[in-house]
């Protein structure tokens, strides 16, 4: 069974920083465009970043310039560092692996940007 299993979230101050990853297990994962979304509460998921199995990457409009999506296909690990966090940032974040018609979610790992 396809596993994505995520870290790195906690709590940080306005204009801190959190690096999240998500380790990928029984998949083929170089095949697959990864991403992040976000859910805070009383809100829909939402895209924040995503990387295509060639690198290609892709942000929301809210993150421009303080996200970073990187993938290691060795290590089977997509990351999402975030800098400048801000209050709005705060959310469960998701990893998400795609392929054609298939996608596997992750179980979230929760983000609270407050001082």
């Known amino acids: 069974q396809v596993q994505l299993v995520e870290s790195g979230g906690g709590l940080v101050q306005p204009g801190g920083s959190l690096r999240l990853s998500c380790a990928a297990s029984?998949?083929?994962?170089?095949?697959?465009?990864m991403g992040w979304y976000r859910q805070a509460p009383g809100k829909q998921r939402e895209l924040v970043a995503t990387?295509?199995?060639?690198?290609?990457?892709n942000y929301a409009d809210s993150v421009k310039g303080r996200f970073t999506i990187s993938r290691d296909n060795a290590k089977n690990t997509v990351d999402l560092q975030m800098n400048t966090l801000k209050p709005e940032d705060t959310a469960v974040y998701y990893c998400n692996a795609a392929w054609l018609a298939i996608t596997h979610w992750g179980q979230g790992t929760q983000v609270t940007v407050s001082s």
């Open positions: 029984k998949i083929a994962f170089s095949i697959y465009a």
């Open positions: 990387i295509t199995s060639g690198g290609n990457t």
